[in-house]
């Protein structure tokens, strides 16, 4: 048992992350690792997940639907996976301090806003979860530090900062999140704010470039930049 053992782990670090391998038990007891489905066969138990230098398991049943949500919503498969790694470990019955529910831990607007009745449903809620995903993905055209800020702190929060909110619990959801995509994490500090370049005429004719306006204007001011 201590060489399967050993075995499994070392398949697990070398796969990719969304190449499915399938751990089973066949009838005789023996573990059968493969990375295609036994259709016929009722002994399938999940599909581990690599992404070294990390693995998990994910439930078969919650791969699939997560696999057909992604491709109907064309939305990308793994980073649905990630999230709900991430947000619940696939519990359906997790609730988080702040009242978040479910596989993708939805919180109460979101879920009215999709249309979620029991958001203890798993297909109700992954379903909203890549919606909104999706939606997210779409405003920040596929910046995904942004993508997953607002879905953990709002949209708010991202517009607030012009960018990655100041959280510790935003910046860490963001990191795990990305490692487990195999990306590294971004810079947290927000955007530098658009410097305006004014042109003042004063009345006098004198023209004067600046970014900063006098207390009192009295002549003409147009914005330039």
């Known amino acids: 048992m201590r060489c399967w053992i050993a075995f499994l782990g070392a398949w697990l670090v070398a796969a990719p992350l969304c190449a499915g391998l399938v751990v089973r038990q066949d009838k005789n007891g023996h573990i059968v690792l493969s990375n295609t489905l036994d259709r016929g066969g ?11 230098p990390r693995s998990f398991s994910i439930p078969l049943h919650y791969k699939q639907k997560i696999e057909t949500l992604s491709r109907e919503h064309q939305l ?25 529910v479910g596989l993708m831990q939805l919180m109460k607007d979101t879920a009215r806003q999709y249309g979620v009745i029991n958001r203890y449903n798993a297909q109700e809620n992954l379903e909203a979860g890549v919606k909104h995903l999706k939606y997210l993905h779409e405003k920040y055209r596929g910046d995904i530090a ?3 800020a607002a879905y953990n702190a709002g ?11 100041p959280f510790r619990e935003t910046r860490n959801y963001i990191r795990r999140v990305m490692a487990l995509l195999g990306m590294g994490t971004p810079s947290s500090s927000p955007a530098r704010p658009r410097t305006k370049i004014y042109k003042y005429t004063a009345t006098n004719g004198k023209t004067i ?6 207390t009192e204007v009295s002549g003409t001011v147009e914005i330039i930049h």
């Open 42 to 52: 009722r002994d399938n138990i999940s599909v581990s997940i690599s992404s070294s």
């Open 76 to 100: 990308r498969e793994d980073l649905v996976i990630a999230v709900a790694r991430v947000e619940s470990s696939f519990n359906p019955f997790a609730v988080s301090p702040k009242g978040a």
């Open 146 to 148: 942004l993508i997953l």
């Open 155 to 165: 949209e708010e929060a991202v517009k607030k900062y012009n960018g990655i909110p």
């Open 209 to 214: 470039i600046t970014d900063t306006l006098p």
